[in-house]
């Protein structure tokens, strides 16, 4: 079993920067991928961002490359996600998730999830 707990996030201006944390129970976190996902009101959870297991591989959706940063520690058994130049639609809660060591984009492929936390992005 594993257990993601999640921190950051908040109320942020247009442009701005905000860094989610995602911390991991297991002691097996090493290996598992992470990624991110979101969910804004109205609308389906979608694929933000993965990073490999070793951490030498990632991937974007392409609605936040060169904007987000995911990155993991696992000596601290947590993932990042670096968010610069915030936009307005950015705004939704923000998931982390894992499951697998397999590059997926479909939420249905994580078995494990963090409680969330909100991202708002406005003037």
């Known amino acids: 079993q594993v257990q993601l707990v999640q921190s950051g996030g908040g109320l942020v201006q247009p442009g701005g920067s905000l860094r989610l944390s995602c911390a991991a129970s297991?002691?097996?976190?090493?290996?598992?991928?992470m990624a991110w996902f979101r969910q804004a009101p109205g609308k389906e959870r979608e694929f933000v961002s993965w990073?490999?297991?070793?951490?030498?591989?990632?991937r974007y959706a392409d609605s936040v490359k060169g904007r987000f940063t995911i990155s993991r520690d696992n000596a601290k058994n947590t993932v990042y996600l670096q968010m610069s130049g915030l936009k307005p639609e950015d705004t939704a809660v923000y998931y982390c998730?894992?499951?697998?060591?397999?590059?997926?984009?479909?939420?249905?492929?994580?078995?494990?999830w963090g409680q969330g936390t909100q991202v708002t992005v406005s003037s």
């Open positions: 990073v490999a297991w070793g951490g030498g591989g990632t």
């Open positions: 297991a002691r097996t976190f090493s290996n598992y991928a």
């Open positions: 998730a894992t499951g697998s060591r397999i590059y997926y984009t479909a939420p249905s492929n994580y078995n494990y």
